[in-house]
């Protein structure tokens, strides 16, 4: 694998990061850089992460993983923008609605977006690469999960401002999506 397919590959495997920062943009009132950054920090380093377990299981067990990873994501994805839909329903004041940016839900949420990441990995365990370059690549994975959950976050304010009380109705329904269109791109359904 060449260095340009490598960084296409990280590039590829960070939208859904992205689209996860950019409904937990949306969903909060205040955006603060620090959460911002922890987020960005977790995202870049479950992409890291990932493909560095992947490769490691991916001679023994890539069969196992990849039958369940993408339910796992789903399940995930589903449930967290179930949440957001249903607090956006309710007539709790906002203030006690919960933040997607606490440390746990982040930690979740780099999970369901990381497992395509792990599924890389498990490939890359087939593929014929010097030391060097697999860790360039995971590297790469995770600066780039890193640089656009970031931008994510802050172009989801953004579009929070614009849509103002719906954005967590809208936060919602974009994870649930994304779990789904994960679900379907591996059940090959499109």
């Not at 690549?137 to 103002?164: C, D, M, P, W, Y």
Request: overall charge neutral; some cysteine.
């Amino acid at each position: 694998m060449d260095c340009f397919s490598i960084v296409l590959t990280a590039f590829a495997l960070a939208v859904d990061a992205m689209c996860v920062s950019i409904t937990n943009g949306i969903a909060v009132k205040r955006l603060q850089t620090r959460k911002v950054l922890l987020m960005a920090f977790l995202f870049g380093a479950f992409q890291f992460i990932m493909p560095f377990l992947g490769w490691l299981l991916g001679q023994t067990f890539s069969v196992y993983i990849e039958a369940f990873d993408h339910w796992i994501a789903c399940g995930l994805l589903g449930f967290l923008g179930g949440k957001l839909v249903f607090e956006s329903l309710s007539k709790v004041e906002d203030d006690v609605k919960s933040d997607p940016f606490t440390f746990w839900t982040l930690i979740v949420m780099a999970i369901a977006t990381s497992i395509d990441a792990l599924a890389v990995g498990i490939s890359f365990a087939s593929l014929e690469m010097s030391t060097g370059k697999i860790w360039f690549a995971f590297t790469i994975i995770g600066i780039i999960a890193f640089a656009l959950s970031s931008v994510g976050a802050f172009l989801g304010k953004k579009l929070g401002e614009f849509f103002q009380k719906r954005s967590k109705l809208i936060a919602g329904l974009v994870l649930i999506a994304i779990g789904v269109k994960i679900l379907i791109e591996h059940l090959e359904l499109l």
